[in-house]
């Protein structure tokens, strides 16, 4: 089945640090989300990507659906230590009702004050 | 905004009672979902439901049923809990870009 790789498990940066996360697939998605969970909380969705090119921002964040549909990043600029949780990307290929999200299994970042 | 809520926060039950974690969203959304998530494993799906009275099993139905009544509400169901269902469990409901927000999630212990 599909599968998506979020690596490394865990990142360490210092405040006011960028940090860029990728997330690769197998096959081929038509959108890409990534969320971003804090512990002992549900995801919240952060950025949203439905076409291949796309660049979009949220803030500090800014994500990219890959050319290849097969790679996403996000970019969090000048981190502070809130921007600490699991981040997770999540793909989708086919659309409709019964279509399912294939999801990493996340980046736990730190940030140092 | 789209608001997903969950009926408890945190719920412990004892080996063998019947669970019920409740699902509600406030958008009118066909598509809704039920998901547990465990360190190392992520998030693993359970069920969904695209219509009323629709369901479809996920990757790890065994164990769970489910109950969609009324759009707004998607019931999970533990026929008899075990100690290995002691999870996070997270609702989720989907747009019509197939974008999909979470619940506030339920912290199950079975004892």
């Known amino acids: 089945g599909q599968q998506l790789n979020q690596s490394p498990q865990s990142m360490f940066i210092q405040e006011g640090e960028d940090v860029s996360m990728n997330c690769t697939s197998s096959?081929?998605?038509?959108?890409w989300l990534w969320y971003k969970q804090d512990p002992g909380e549900g995801p919240v969705l952060l950025i949203a990507?439905?076409?291949?090119?796309e660049l979009t921002s949220n803030g500090r964040l800014t994500a990219q659906f890959g050319i290849t549909r097969k790679d996403s990043f996000l970019n969090i600029s000048a981190s502070i230590p809130s921007d600490v949780g699991i981040y997770f990307c999540?793909?989708?290929?086919?659309?409709?009702?019964?279509?399912?999200?294939?999801f990493g299994k996340g980046i736990t970042l730190s940030v140092r004050p | 905004d789209v608001k997903v809520t969950q009926s408890s926060r945190y719920l412990v039950k004892r080996t063998g009672e019947k669970v019920f974690l409740e699902c509600v969203q406030d958008?009118?959304?066909?598509?809704m979902f039920w998901y547990r998530q465990d360190p190392g494993l992520g998030l693993r799906l359970i069920y969904f439901?695209?219509?009323?009275?629709?369901?479809e099993k996920g990757d790890i139905p065994e164990g769970y049923s489910v109950s969609r009544e009324k759009k707004e509400r998607f019931s999970l169901i533990l026929e008899s809990a075990s100690t290995n269902q002691t999870s996070m469990y997270l609702c989720?409901?989907?747009?019509?870009?197939?974008?999909?927000?979470f619940g506030p999630g339920t912290r199950l212990t079975v004892l």
């Open positions: 096959s081929i998605f038509n959108t």
């Open positions: 439901s695209y219509d009323v009275k629709m369901k």
């Open positions: 989720a409901t989907r747009t019509s870009s197939d974008t999909q927000y």
């Open positions: 958008m009118d959304h066909e598509n």
């Open positions: 990507l439905y076409k291949a090119g």
């Open positions: 999540a793909g989708q290929y086919i659309a409709g009702a019964n279509s399912k999200l294939t």
